[in-house]
């Protein structure tokens, strides 16, 4: 069964406005982890966020994490044409010790110029 | 440095054929991970290697897939008597050691016709 799910599955948006991608698990983790994925080849990294941490900042992300509610939300901030992609939590489970991930379905952003 | 690579990028073969496919993960990277994507979907886990400890195999599908690594480098994945339904694409990852940031390779775009 899938660990995360995202939320929405699509969202289209003008340039410049703000994305917001939801991501929920259903068992603890070690850490939660958002890649970007281009044209379904390579996965890019974007932020790894520890179960003790809330709050990361990267550039224009922002990730937010609540253990309590087992639930992550992703913030694309003055979204650019560029930033058109599928975008995946990944979460590594707590009761696995190899670290696998386990993504969810991902959220496709079409960010229109 | 380099990143994950991959080879082949694209792989279009016969149902019933064997294929391989090779990941060199990024130099020093204890940890190597096989996954699966099919068309539209997120992630699915296969296999994992750290060092000289016994692989994960636990999201092999099936007893046609098998992988190996020599020490921590080249990994190949190998899928035997290949079926239509494993045409997707594989995505290899590495990292320092669990529970850090997995970065993957661009992939291999398998075609089982």
């Known amino acids: 069964s899938q660990q995360g799910e995202e939320d929405p599955q699509a969202l289209s948006i003008q340039e410049g406005e703000n994305a917001t991608m939801n991501c929920s698990y259903k068992?603890?983790?070690?850490?939660l982890q958002w890649y970007r994925q281009n044209s379904g080849r390579g996965l890019v990294h974007l932020i790894l966020?520890?179960?003790?941490?809330r709050e990361k900042h990267s550039g224009r992300l922002r990730v937010t994490l609540d253990t309590s509610k087992k639930s992550s939300s992703l913030l694309i901030t003055a979204s650019r044409a560029a930033d058109t992609a599928s975008y995946f939590c990944?979460?590594?489970?707590?009761?696995?010790?190899?670290?696998?991930?386990?993504f969810g379905q991902g959220t496709t952003l079409q960010v229109k110029p | 440095g380099a990143g994950v690579s991959q080879s082949p990028s694209n792989k279009v073969t016969e149902k019933g054929k064997d294929v391989e496919l090779r990941c060199d993960p990024i130099?020093?990277?204890?940890?190597l991970y096989w996954y699966r994507q099919r068309l539209g979907q997120g992630l699915e886990f296969l296999i994992y290697?750290?060092?000289?400890?016994?692989?994960?195999k636990s999201g092999l599908p099936s007893d046609r897939f098998s992988a190996e690594r020599t020490g921590e480098s080249v990994s190949t994945l190998t899928i035997q008597r290949t079926q239509q339904e494993d045409s997707a694409v594989y995505l290899c990852?590495?990292?320092?050691?669990?529970?850090?940031?997995?970065?993957f390779g661009p992939g291999t775009r398998l075609l089982v016709l």
């Open positions: 990852a590495s990292s320092s050691y669990i529970q850090e940031t997995q970065y």
């Open positions: 068992t603890s983790i070690n850490n």
């Open positions: 966020i520890r179960s003790n941490e």
């Open positions: 990944a979460t590594d489970a707590r009761s696995s010790n190899t670290g696998k991930l386990i």
């Open positions: 130099s020093g990277h204890t940890a």
């Open positions: 290697f750290q060092g000289n400890s016994a692989p994960d």
